[in-house]
Structure formats: C-alpha cells, structure tokens
C-alpha cells in the first residue's frame, strides 16, 4: 500500500506554516539523499517507494516537542520526536514507516543508551535494522531542519564532529554507513571529508 506522505503531514501541521515548510523541505532532502545511496547500491532488495515515503514522514512528531525554533510548540522534549512519531504512524496502521520514525534518531539508540544517558524514552532497543532504516537515519544526518543551517549538505566530517560529542561507537557507526553507503567498502580519504 503506497501511501501520500504530504497527506499525511497535512493532518498535522498546517500547510504554508513554518513547521509545516520546515518538515516537508527537510524530508524532500533526506529522500533525495536516501534515493541517491540506494541508486548507488543498485540493490533490488531496496524498497524504494518506502523509502521515499518514509523519508517524508521520518520527523513528523516534531510538532509534539517544544522546540520553538522549528515553529513547535508541544510539550515533549525534541529526543521524543521519534517515539512520538511512532505512535502516531502506528496509529494509521504505518508500522514499517513508525519504526523509522523511532530508529533514526542519532545514529539509533540502544536501551543501554538510553539508560545510561537518562534519557525520557522507553527503555528498548531503537538501533535501525532493516536497509531502508539505516538508509534513512544515515541521509538524515547530512541535513539541518534550521533554516540557517538547512540550505547545504553537511559534510562527513562535520557529522562525525558532531556525533563525537556522544563518543566513538557513534561515530564508527557513521563511519562504517559511508564506507557501505558511498565508498563501495573503502575507508573514506581525506578528501571524502570536504565536499
């Protein structure tokens, strides 16, 4: 069953708002990206309808946080905004697309993780699994949904600066998706880090 993704984000934000903007410009680059590194796998076993459609939808809980710089005024913190969206996918019977929602936040959390860090989610694991979640969270990274930040692609290595706040299994993690995703299983060169 394919699904509209902009009907979808319709019944939650209103068309032409700042959050609504936001959400569909930031999934429109997250697809693009996600497309792009399944052409270059040149896989069969892609689903790429999904993945186009889970790509649109991966941030819809936003609007439940309160993180006002993306025009969202909710009452969660913004780490909810995976489980949020899970719920709400679940809920239209979206199940596949609600665990992508949930596994793509960071580099997906382990319920080790999540206890270690406190963090105010159900202990379980929210590691992504299947290609398409793993395509997703790893092309999610490349973008910002801050309008000063969102117009260009970051680069590898300012997401593994990023991601080294949280220390090195992060950071190995996105390592090991770019050798998979864009080098064909070679290391990245130093030149991979710039563009």
Known sequence: MNVDPLH??????????????????????VAAKALAVAAHLAS???DETFLHEAAMLHDIGIFMTNTPSL????DHPYICHGTLGRELLEGRGLDRHALVCERHVGVGLSAGDIQRQKLPLPIRDMRPLTIEEEIICYADKFYSK??????????TFEIVAMLRRYGEPPVQKFQAWVRRFENGGRRPSPSDHTG
């Not at 025009?71 to 909710?74: A, L, P, S």
């Not at 801050?146 to 680069?155: F, L, Y």
Request: proline share 3%.
């Open 44 to 46: 069969d076993g892609i």
């Open 71 to 74: 025009g969202c005024h909710g």
């Open 146 to 155: 801050n309008d000063r930040q969102n117009q260009t692609a970051r680069t």
């Open 8 to 29: 979808i984000i319709g019944n939650y934000y209103r068309p032409g708002s700042a959050a609504y903007d936001m959400l569909v410009r930031h999934g429109d680059q």
